[in-house]
T-cell receptor
Framework: SQQGEEDPQALSIQEGENATMNCSYK?????LQWYRQNSGRGLVHLIL?????REKHSGRLRVTLDTSKKSSSLLITASRAADTASYFC?????????FGQGTELSVKP | DAGITQSPRHKVTETGTPVTLRCHQT?????MYWYRQDPGHGLRLIHY???????DKGEVSDGYSVSRSKTEDFLLTLESATSSQTSVYFC??????????????FGSGTRLTVV
């Protein structure tokens, strides 16, 4: 069964707006990772946040982690059409990553 | 993706035939993984390897076997293909367990159709 669940399943915004995606999980984790997948391609690693971290930034990406609520969020600021993709959270535990079902983000020019 | 290649990229096969997918890496990473991706299910782990000849099952391993005889190659075999194994298969590699530092690097995928 899936560990992480993303919300919303789909998100449509205008260029320049911010996009927020959420991930909830069930069991304790070592770290949580976010990936992007463009249509028909492999996943690309975006950012990793460890269980003892609360927030992390990378360029236009901001990730938060709340281990008490077993949830994480990914914020993409000033979205661009090129950000259109599916975004997955993945939780690390037991020596492997378990992926959620993803959020489909559409950024309209 | 740089450092990891999957072959073939596309394959159509008949029900009941064995099929082998190959994942090849040039990064000398210890950990290798096979996932399948299906609509409504996201990515699900089939098998993974933590070293040469060291493999373990994931959550959807039934009907699949793997082998890793050298660091760079991780083979996934469908012993007798069924229509339910029609999917896109992704291989991934990582330097540390569960991508603990830099995450996974994924291949471009193999689209398998079982008819």
């Amino acid at each position: 069964s899936q560990q992480g669940e993303e919300d919303p399943q789909a998100l449509s915004i205008q260029e320049g707006e911010n996009a927020t995606m959420n991930c909830s999980y069930k069991t304790s984790i070592n770290n949580l990772q976010w990936y992007r997948q463009n249509s028909g391609r492999g996943l690309v690693h975006l950012i990793l946040i460890r269980s003892n971290e609360r927030e992390k930034h990378s360029g236009r990406l901001r990730v938060t982690l709340d281990t008490s609520k077993k949830s994480s969020s990914l914020l993409i600021t000033a979205s661009r059409a090129a950000d259109t993709a599916s975004y997955f959270c993945a939780t690390a535990g037991g020596g492997k990553l378990i992926f959620g079902q993803g959020t489909e983000l559409s950024v309209k020019p | 993706d740089a450092g990891i290649t999957q072959s073939p990229r596309h394959k159509v096969t008949e029900t009941g035939t064995p099929v082998t997918l190959r994942c090849h890496q040039t990064e000398n990473h210890r950990y290798m993984y096979w996932y399948r991706q299906d609509p409504g299910h996201g990515l699900r782990l089939i098998h993974y390897s933590y070293g040469v000849k060291d493999t373990d099952k994931g959550e959807v391993s039934d009907g699949y076997s793997v082998s890793r005889s050298k660091t760079e190659d991780f083979l996934l075999t469908l012993e007798s293909a069924t229509s339910s194994q029609t999917s896109v298969y992704f291989c991934a590699i990582s330097e540390l367990t569960a991508g603990a530092r830099d995450g996974y690097t994924f291949g471009s995928g193999t689209r398998l159709t079982v008819v």
